[in-house]
């Protein structure tokens, strides 16, 4: 881990699982903005560092018409 802590201190410090932890350093989990607020906060980092960029598809975009 980047930020000199563990998987196993990080689960501390966030009150998460290291199980989960480490299915989100995988990009296995599915993660809430509440868990990425989180992670940014105790890792001293951008939304970008923990999710990556994220681009909006037209197709997820609903015009109101």
Request: aromatic content about 4%; overall charge positive.
């Amino acid at each position: 881990m980047k930020a000199g802590m563990t998987q196993a201190q990080l689960a501390d410090f966030t009150q998460l699982s290291k199980r989960y932890i480490q299915k989100i350093e995988h990009g296995e989990a599915n993660i809430t903005v509440e868990v990425v607020e989180k992670l940014a906060q105790i890792l001293k980092c951008g939304w970008n560092d923990i999710v990556g960029e994220i681009g909006c598809p037209e197709s997820l975009i609903k015009s109101k018409r």
